[in-house]
Protein backbone atom coordinates (compact mmCIF):
# COMPACT_ATOMS: atom_id res chain seq x y z
CA UNK A 1 0.00 0.00 0.00
CA UNK A 2 1.40 2.97 -1.17
CA UNK A 3 0.38 6.53 0.48
CA UNK A 4 1.08 10.30 -0.38
CA UNK A 5 -0.16 13.66 1.94
CA UNK A 6 0.27 16.56 -0.43
CA UNK A 7 0.00 20.00 0.23
CA UNK A 8 0.99 20.30 3.88
CA UNK A 9 3.44 22.20 5.85
CA UNK A 10 5.73 19.96 7.04
CA UNK A 11 7.68 19.81 10.36
CA UNK A 12 9.53 16.35 10.16
CA UNK A 13 10.58 17.03 13.72
CA UNK A 14 13.83 18.94 12.69
CA UNK A 15 13.22 20.98 9.41
CA UNK A 16 10.27 22.73 7.80
CA UNK A 17 8.92 22.47 4.19
CA UNK A 18 6.75 24.95 3.38
CA UNK A 19 4.86 23.02 0.81
CA UNK A 20 5.70 19.43 1.35
CA UNK A 21 5.13 15.68 0.54
CA UNK A 22 4.97 12.35 2.43
CA UNK A 23 5.12 9.02 0.93
CA UNK A 24 4.09 6.27 3.32
CA UNK A 25 4.76 2.80 2.02
CA UNK A 26 3.85 -0.80 3.86
CA UNK A 27 3.06 1.83 7.03
CA UNK A 28 6.22 3.31 7.00
CA UNK A 29 7.59 6.88 5.78
CA UNK A 30 9.34 6.18 2.24
CA UNK A 31 10.29 10.32 1.42
CA UNK A 32 9.24 13.46 2.45
CA UNK A 33 10.15 16.74 0.52
CA UNK A 34 8.78 19.36 -1.11
CA UNK A 35 5.27 18.61 -3.41
CA UNK A 36 5.88 21.11 -6.52
CA UNK A 37 7.29 19.16 -8.74
CA UNK A 38 7.32 15.42 -6.54
CA UNK A 39 5.44 12.71 -8.36
CA UNK A 40 4.76 9.89 -5.55
CA UNK A 41 3.16 7.22 -6.86
CA UNK A 42 0.47 6.59 -4.75
CA UNK A 43 -2.39 3.79 -4.31
CA UNK A 44 -4.10 6.69 -2.39
CA UNK A 45 -3.58 10.49 -2.13
CA UNK A 46 -4.79 13.03 0.91
CA UNK A 47 -4.63 16.70 -0.03
CA UNK A 48 -3.41 18.46 3.46
CA UNK A 49 -5.26 21.79 2.17
CA UNK A 50 -1.84 23.71 3.96
CA UNK A 51 -2.84 21.80 7.00
CA UNK A 52 0.57 21.55 9.84
CA UNK A 53 1.78 17.50 9.53
CA UNK A 54 3.60 16.65 12.63
CA UNK A 55 5.05 13.44 14.24
CA UNK A 56 2.06 11.79 16.53
CA UNK A 57 2.26 12.84 20.14
CA UNK A 58 3.16 10.34 22.38
CA UNK A 59 2.10 10.07 26.27
CA UNK A 60 4.17 8.54 28.41
CA UNK A 61 2.14 7.97 31.46
CA UNK A 62 -1.56 7.97 31.31
CA UNK A 63 -4.57 6.19 32.65
CA UNK A 64 -6.92 5.32 30.14
CA UNK A 65 -9.72 3.95 33.09
CA UNK A 66 -9.96 7.99 33.89
CA UNK A 67 -11.74 8.61 30.99
CA UNK A 68 -15.22 7.49 32.84
CA UNK A 69 -14.60 9.99 35.90
CA UNK A 70 -15.40 12.76 34.07
CA UNK A 71 -18.27 14.49 35.59
CA UNK A 72 -17.79 12.41 38.40
CA UNK A 73 -19.09 14.05 42.54
CA UNK A 74 -18.93 11.98 45.07
CA UNK A 75 -20.43 13.24 48.73
CA UNK A 76 -17.84 13.65 51.39
CA UNK A 77 -15.21 14.75 48.99
CA UNK A 78 -12.87 16.49 51.11
CA UNK A 79 -9.27 15.23 50.76
CA UNK A 80 -6.74 17.23 53.06
CA UNK A 81 -3.19 15.26 51.61
CA UNK A 82 -2.27 13.32 48.22
CA UNK A 83 -3.37 10.21 50.18
CA UNK A 84 -6.82 11.14 51.07
CA UNK A 85 -7.73 12.14 47.50
CA UNK A 86 -7.04 8.23 46.41
CA UNK A 87 -9.36 6.95 49.30
CA UNK A 88 -11.80 9.29 49.01
CA UNK A 89 -11.63 9.06 44.80
CA UNK A 90 -9.47 6.66 42.63
CA UNK A 91 -9.57 3.89 44.86
CA UNK A 92 -13.42 4.14 44.86
CA UNK A 93 -13.58 4.66 41.31
CA UNK A 94 -11.29 1.84 40.31
CA UNK A 95 -12.81 -0.98 42.56
CA UNK A 96 -16.16 -0.34 40.67
CA UNK A 97 -14.82 -1.57 37.29
CA UNK A 98 -16.20 -4.80 35.84
CA UNK A 99 -15.05 -6.32 32.63
CA UNK A 100 -17.15 -3.60 30.40
CA UNK A 101 -16.55 -0.77 32.12
CA UNK A 102 -12.48 -1.65 31.18
CA UNK A 103 -13.25 -1.60 27.84
CA UNK A 104 -15.52 1.07 27.42
CA UNK A 105 -12.70 3.43 29.39
CA UNK A 106 -10.09 2.40 27.48
CA UNK A 107 -12.06 2.71 24.32
CA UNK A 108 -12.92 6.08 24.90
CA UNK A 109 -9.84 7.38 26.56
CA UNK A 110 -8.12 5.89 22.98
CA UNK A 111 -10.64 7.74 21.28
CA UNK A 112 -9.80 11.02 22.94
CA UNK A 113 -6.07 10.69 22.74
CA UNK A 114 -6.45 10.02 18.97
CA UNK A 115 -8.39 13.41 18.98
CA UNK A 116 -5.70 14.90 20.46
CA UNK A 117 -2.92 13.80 17.73
CA UNK A 118 -1.45 10.99 19.93
CA UNK A 119 -0.44 8.02 18.34
CA UNK A 120 1.47 5.99 21.24
CA UNK A 121 0.18 5.82 24.85
CA UNK A 122 1.80 4.10 28.17
CA UNK A 123 -0.99 3.34 30.02
CA UNK A 124 -1.33 2.28 33.58
CA UNK A 125 -4.43 0.31 34.69
CA UNK A 126 -6.06 -0.33 37.53
CA UNK A 127 -9.80 -2.63 38.57
CA UNK A 128 -9.32 -4.32 41.42
CA UNK A 129 -12.28 -6.65 40.99
CA UNK A 130 -11.36 -7.01 37.48
CA UNK A 131 -8.08 -7.63 37.29
CA UNK A 132 -7.59 -11.03 35.23
CA UNK A 133 -8.17 -10.49 32.00
CA UNK A 134 -8.32 -6.82 32.10
CA UNK A 135 -4.75 -6.05 29.89
CA UNK A 136 -6.35 -7.88 27.04
CA UNK A 137 -9.23 -5.74 27.10
CA UNK A 138 -7.26 -2.34 27.23
CA UNK A 139 -5.35 -4.19 24.00
CA UNK A 140 -8.39 -4.91 22.20
CA UNK A 141 -9.66 -1.89 22.06
CA UNK A 142 -6.85 0.90 22.17
CA UNK A 143 -4.43 -1.30 19.55
CA UNK A 144 -7.49 -2.91 17.87
CA UNK A 145 -10.39 -0.95 17.69
CA UNK A 146 -8.85 2.18 17.75
CA UNK A 147 -5.27 1.75 16.09
CA UNK A 148 -2.99 3.41 18.06
CA UNK A 149 0.08 2.07 19.57
CA UNK A 150 -0.11 1.30 23.41
CA UNK A 151 2.47 -0.30 26.31
CA UNK A 152 0.09 -1.69 28.95
CA UNK A 153 0.56 -2.81 32.68
CA UNK A 154 -1.64 -3.51 35.79
CA UNK A 155 -1.10 -1.69 39.31
CA UNK A 156 0.03 -4.24 41.04
CA UNK A 157 -0.92 -2.98 45.03
CA UNK A 158 -1.38 -4.27 48.30
CA UNK A 159 -4.13 -1.98 49.35
CA UNK A 160 -7.05 -4.45 48.32
CA UNK A 161 -5.34 -7.57 50.22
CA UNK A 162 -2.96 -10.35 49.38
CA UNK A 163 -5.25 -12.14 46.97
CA UNK A 164 -5.39 -9.12 44.47
CA UNK A 165 -2.01 -8.21 45.03
CA UNK A 166 -1.18 -11.76 43.68
CA UNK A 167 -3.70 -11.13 40.93
CA UNK A 168 -2.07 -8.21 39.50
CA UNK A 169 1.30 -9.76 39.26
CA UNK A 170 -0.06 -12.85 37.50
CA UNK A 171 -1.51 -10.51 35.31
CA UNK A 172 1.07 -8.56 34.67
CA UNK A 173 3.00 -11.78 34.22
CA UNK A 174 0.68 -13.18 31.98
CA UNK A 175 0.10 -10.23 29.33
CA UNK A 176 4.14 -9.97 29.17
CA UNK A 177 4.36 -13.71 28.04
CA UNK A 178 1.97 -13.70 25.67
CA UNK A 179 3.00 -10.93 24.00
CA UNK A 180 4.04 -11.28 20.11
CA UNK A 181 7.50 -9.38 19.18
CA UNK A 182 6.10 -9.07 15.82
CA UNK A 183 3.35 -6.60 17.17
CA UNK A 184 4.62 -2.83 16.91
CA UNK A 185 1.24 -1.41 18.00
CA UNK A 186 1.54 -3.55 21.85
CA UNK A 187 4.10 -3.79 24.57
CA UNK A 188 3.80 -4.21 28.20
CA UNK A 189 5.51 -3.23 31.16
CA UNK A 190 5.16 -5.04 34.80
CA UNK A 191 2.86 -2.16 36.81
CA UNK A 192 3.70 -1.59 40.41
CA UNK A 193 1.30 1.28 41.92
CA UNK A 194 3.53 3.23 44.25
CA UNK A 195 5.87 2.11 47.30
CA UNK A 196 3.00 3.82 49.95
CA UNK A 197 1.04 0.43 49.05
CA UNK A 198 3.55 -2.16 48.03
CA UNK A 199 5.34 -3.90 50.90
CA UNK A 200 8.45 -6.41 50.79
CA UNK A 201 7.10 -9.46 50.70
CA UNK A 202 4.56 -8.46 46.91
CA UNK A 203 8.12 -6.62 45.84
CA UNK A 204 10.14 -9.88 46.26
CA UNK A 205 7.17 -11.48 44.04
CA UNK A 206 7.34 -9.00 41.31
CA UNK A 207 11.74 -9.42 41.47
CA UNK A 208 10.96 -13.18 41.33
CA UNK A 209 8.23 -12.80 38.08
CA UNK A 210 10.55 -10.17 36.33
CA UNK A 211 11.70 -11.21 33.25
CA UNK A 212 15.02 -10.45 31.87
CA UNK A 213 14.77 -7.29 29.92
CA UNK A 214 11.53 -5.98 31.14
CA UNK A 215 10.74 -2.56 33.18
CA UNK A 216 8.48 -1.55 35.23
CA UNK A 217 5.36 1.62 35.76
CA UNK A 218 5.55 3.20 38.76
CA UNK A 219 4.60 5.91 40.63
CA UNK A 220 7.40 7.87 42.67
CA UNK A 221 7.25 10.44 45.35
CA UNK A 222 4.52 11.68 44.15
CA UNK A 223 3.08 13.00 47.55
CA UNK A 224 4.76 15.01 49.89
CA UNK A 225 4.24 12.02 52.20
CA UNK A 226 5.56 9.42 50.31
CA UNK A 227 8.90 9.45 50.81
CA UNK A 228 9.02 10.18 55.27
CA UNK A 229 6.54 6.64 55.20
CA UNK A 230 9.05 4.75 52.90
CA UNK A 231 11.67 5.95 55.48
CA UNK A 232 9.25 5.33 58.51
CA UNK A 233 8.29 1.79 57.28
CA UNK A 234 11.31 0.72 55.52
CA UNK A 235 14.64 2.68 56.98
CA UNK A 236 15.36 3.77 52.93
CA UNK A 237 14.13 6.16 50.32
CA UNK A 238 11.86 5.11 47.57
CA UNK A 239 14.22 4.60 44.54
CA UNK A 240 16.90 3.21 46.65
CA UNK A 241 14.08 0.69 47.78
CA UNK A 242 13.00 -0.01 44.33
CA UNK A 243 16.92 -0.62 43.34
CA UNK A 244 17.61 -2.74 46.01
CA UNK A 245 14.64 -5.32 44.81
CA UNK A 246 16.35 -4.78 41.33
CA UNK A 247 13.44 -2.90 39.56
CA UNK A 248 15.46 0.24 38.29
CA UNK A 249 16.04 -0.78 34.72
CA UNK A 250 16.13 1.20 31.47
CA UNK A 251 12.74 0.43 30.61
CA UNK A 252 11.60 1.06 33.71
CA UNK A 253 9.64 4.17 34.20
CA UNK A 254 9.36 6.12 37.54
CA UNK A 255 5.70 8.86 37.13
CA UNK A 256 6.39 11.88 38.60
CA UNK A 257 9.26 11.68 41.10
CA UNK A 258 8.83 15.00 42.69
CA UNK A 259 10.28 14.47 45.85
CA UNK A 260 13.17 12.57 45.20
CA UNK A 261 16.56 13.92 46.74
CA UNK A 262 19.67 14.49 44.71
CA UNK A 263 20.80 11.00 45.73
CA UNK A 264 17.42 9.27 44.31
CA UNK A 265 18.13 11.19 40.94
CA UNK A 266 21.45 10.27 40.71
CA UNK A 267 20.97 6.41 41.54
CA UNK A 268 18.19 6.78 38.76
CA UNK A 269 21.00 8.18 36.71
CA UNK A 270 22.88 5.68 36.98
CA UNK A 271 20.78 2.96 36.23
CA UNK A 272 18.99 4.49 33.33
CA UNK A 273 15.60 4.39 34.25
CA UNK A 274 12.88 6.29 32.67
CA UNK A 275 11.41 9.81 34.62
CA UNK A 276 8.15 10.94 33.81
CA UNK A 277 6.69 14.68 34.32
CA UNK A 278 2.86 14.86 34.57
CA UNK A 279 2.55 18.55 35.51
CA UNK A 280 -1.38 19.33 35.14
CA UNK A 281 -2.08 16.56 37.53
CA UNK A 282 0.19 17.59 39.42
CA UNK A 283 -0.76 21.25 40.08
CA UNK A 284 -4.39 19.58 39.94
CA UNK A 285 -3.65 17.41 43.26
CA UNK A 286 -1.11 20.33 44.51
CA UNK A 287 1.63 18.08 45.26
CA UNK A 288 4.80 19.96 44.18
CA UNK A 289 6.37 20.69 41.01
CA UNK A 290 9.09 19.13 39.27
CA UNK A 291 13.30 19.54 38.91
CA UNK A 292 12.94 19.92 35.67
CA UNK A 293 16.70 20.91 35.58
CA UNK A 294 17.58 18.58 38.51
CA UNK A 295 16.37 15.42 36.06
CA UNK A 296 17.86 16.85 32.48
CA UNK A 297 21.42 18.25 33.78
CA UNK A 298 21.86 14.50 34.84
CA UNK A 299 21.33 12.88 31.48
CA UNK A 300 17.82 11.26 32.93
CA UNK A 301 15.91 10.39 30.29
CA UNK A 302 12.84 12.67 31.30
CA UNK A 303 9.29 12.40 29.43
CA UNK A 304 6.10 13.88 29.50
CA UNK A 305 2.51 12.22 30.27
CA UNK A 306 -0.79 13.54 31.34
CA UNK A 307 -1.40 11.12 34.03
CA UNK A 308 -4.78 10.61 32.69
CA UNK A 309 -5.95 14.11 33.28
CA UNK A 310 -6.73 14.48 29.66
CA UNK A 311 -4.81 13.71 26.39
CA UNK A 312 -3.74 17.15 25.05
CA UNK A 313 0.18 17.06 24.87
CA UNK A 314 0.18 20.18 23.55
CA UNK A 315 -1.70 21.65 27.11
CA UNK A 316 0.53 19.23 28.99
CA UNK A 317 3.87 20.92 27.62
CA UNK A 318 2.58 24.64 27.58
CA UNK A 319 1.62 23.74 31.96
CA UNK A 320 5.10 22.79 31.93
CA UNK A 321 6.85 25.36 30.51
CA UNK A 322 4.46 27.51 33.26
CA UNK A 323 4.76 25.93 36.13
CA UNK A 324 8.75 25.94 36.18
CA UNK A 325 8.16 29.56 35.74
CA UNK A 326 5.81 30.18 38.49
CA UNK A 327 7.84 27.95 41.08
CA UNK A 328 11.15 29.71 40.39
CA UNK A 329 9.64 33.34 39.92
CA UNK A 330 12.16 33.22 36.51
CA UNK A 331 10.44 34.03 33.32
CA UNK A 332 13.70 31.91 31.76
CA UNK A 333 12.82 28.61 33.74
CA UNK A 334 11.17 25.71 30.98
CA UNK A 335 13.20 27.06 28.23
CA UNK A 336 11.81 26.06 24.58
CA UNK A 337 15.37 23.82 24.65
CA UNK A 338 14.07 21.97 27.63
CA UNK A 339 10.29 21.52 26.86
CA UNK A 340 11.39 20.74 23.22
CA UNK A 341 13.32 17.59 24.78
CA UNK A 342 10.36 16.14 27.13
CA UNK A 343 8.11 16.08 24.29
CA UNK A 344 10.01 15.97 20.90
CA UNK A 345 13.57 14.33 21.78
CA UNK A 346 12.60 12.27 25.08
CA UNK A 347 9.13 10.54 24.50
CA UNK A 348 9.88 9.37 21.46
CA UNK A 349 13.20 7.88 22.78
CA UNK A 350 10.98 6.60 25.65
CA UNK A 351 8.78 4.77 22.90
CA UNK A 352 11.97 3.28 21.22
CA UNK A 353 12.57 1.74 24.57
CA UNK A 354 9.71 0.35 25.29
CA UNK A 355 8.32 -0.93 21.90
CA UNK A 356 11.89 -1.47 20.21
CA UNK A 357 10.44 1.48 17.60
CA UNK A 358 11.80 4.79 16.58
CA UNK A 359 9.05 7.14 16.15
CA UNK A 360 8.81 11.02 16.73
CA UNK A 361 10.26 11.80 12.99
CA UNK A 362 9.03 12.31 10.11
CA UNK A 363 12.10 10.61 8.37
CA UNK A 364 12.36 7.51 5.42
CA UNK A 365 12.65 4.36 7.72
CA UNK A 366 10.38 5.57 10.64
CA UNK A 367 6.59 4.48 11.26
CA UNK A 368 3.95 6.75 9.63
CA UNK A 369 3.04 7.87 12.75
CA UNK A 370 1.49 11.31 11.20
CA UNK A 371 -0.72 14.14 12.78
CA UNK A 372 -2.04 16.53 10.47
CA UNK A 373 -3.33 19.60 12.59
CA UNK A 374 -5.83 22.11 11.39
CA UNK A 375 -3.77 25.20 11.85
CA UNK A 376 -2.80 28.27 9.34
CA UNK A 377 0.40 30.00 11.08
CA UNK A 378 -0.74 33.90 10.83
CA UNK A 379 3.07 34.45 11.14
CA UNK A 380 5.99 32.73 9.43
CA UNK A 381 6.65 28.91 10.29
CA UNK A 382 10.47 27.98 10.18
CA UNK A 383 12.64 25.23 11.77
CA UNK A 384 13.67 27.87 14.53
CA UNK A 385 9.70 28.81 15.87
CA UNK A 386 7.90 25.75 15.32
CA UNK A 387 7.31 25.33 19.14
CA UNK A 388 6.39 28.69 19.18
CA UNK A 389 3.36 28.08 17.29
CA UNK A 390 2.46 24.72 18.53
CA UNK A 391 2.46 26.58 22.29
CA UNK A 392 1.15 29.87 21.67
CA UNK A 393 -0.80 28.98 18.89
CA UNK A 394 -2.40 25.45 19.08
CA UNK A 395 -2.17 25.01 22.67
CA UNK A 396 -3.44 28.08 23.69
CA UNK A 397 -6.07 28.10 20.57
CA UNK A 398 -7.54 24.59 19.82
CA UNK A 399 -6.07 21.73 18.66
CA UNK A 400 -8.09 20.32 16.14
CA UNK A 401 -6.72 17.40 14.33
CA UNK A 402 -7.87 16.81 10.91
CA UNK A 403 -6.04 13.15 9.92
CA UNK A 404 -4.03 10.56 11.88
CA UNK A 405 -2.18 8.04 10.92
CA UNK A 406 -0.70 4.93 12.92
CA UNK A 407 1.67 2.63 11.32
CA UNK A 408 -0.09 4.52 7.93
CA UNK A 409 -3.24 3.59 9.15
CA UNK A 410 -5.64 5.78 8.94
CA UNK A 411 -7.40 6.71 12.50
CA UNK A 412 -8.65 10.03 11.42
CA UNK A 413 -9.69 11.09 8.00
CA UNK A 414 -10.97 14.94 7.93
CA UNK A 415 -12.24 14.72 11.65
CA UNK A 416 -14.15 11.82 11.52
CA UNK A 417 -13.18 8.43 12.80
CA UNK A 418 -12.62 5.67 10.00
CA UNK A 419 -13.34 2.44 11.99
CA UNK A 420 -15.68 3.78 14.55
CA UNK A 421 -18.95 5.33 15.33
CA UNK A 422 -18.58 8.29 17.80
CA UNK A 423 -21.57 9.35 18.49
CA UNK A 424 -22.35 5.52 19.32
CA UNK A 425 -19.16 4.99 21.20
CA UNK A 426 -19.55 8.00 23.49
CA UNK A 427 -23.63 6.92 23.91
CA UNK A 428 -22.36 4.18 24.98
CA UNK A 429 -19.55 5.01 27.13
CA UNK A 430 -22.06 7.16 29.02
CA UNK A 431 -24.49 4.60 29.84
CA UNK A 432 -21.37 2.72 31.24
CA UNK A 433 -20.54 5.64 33.41
CA UNK A 434 -23.79 5.85 34.58
CA UNK A 435 -23.60 2.15 35.72
CA UNK A 436 -20.13 2.60 36.92
CA UNK A 437 -20.71 5.49 39.11
CA UNK A 438 -23.80 3.82 40.85
CA UNK A 439 -21.87 1.00 41.84
CA UNK A 440 -19.32 3.12 43.58
CA UNK A 441 -19.13 2.40 47.52
Known sequence: MKQAI?????????????????????????AVGPTAGSRFA??????????????????AHTHLYSSLARGLSLPGYAPQSFTQILEQLWWR??????????????????????????????????????????????????????????ALCYETSDRDGDERALLGIQENARFLATLDPQDSLCSGLFGLHAS???????????????PDGAGIHIHVAEGPEDEPQCVKRHGVRIVPR?????????????????????????????????????????????????????FLDRGILAGL????????????????????RQARQDALAGAFPQLDRLLFENNPAIAERVFGVRTGRLVPGAPADIAVLDYAAPTPLA?????????FGVAVHALRVSDLFVGGHPILRKGLFVDLDEREEYAHAREEARRLWKRIA
Open 305 to 324: GTDGLGANMLAELFTAGLAQ
Open 42 to 59: ADETIDAEGRLAIPGFIN
Open 6 to 30: ENAVVWDGERVIERGSIRIEDGLIA
Open 196 to 210: LTLGDGTLRAVAAKF
Open 242 to 294: LDGFGLLRPRSILAHCLHVDADEKDLIAKRDAIVVHNPRSNMNNAVGTFDLDG
Open 383 to 391: EGNVLGHLL
Open 93 to 150: LDKAFDDSAVTTSALVGAMEAARCGVTTLVDHHASPNAIPGSLDRVRDAVCRRVGLRA
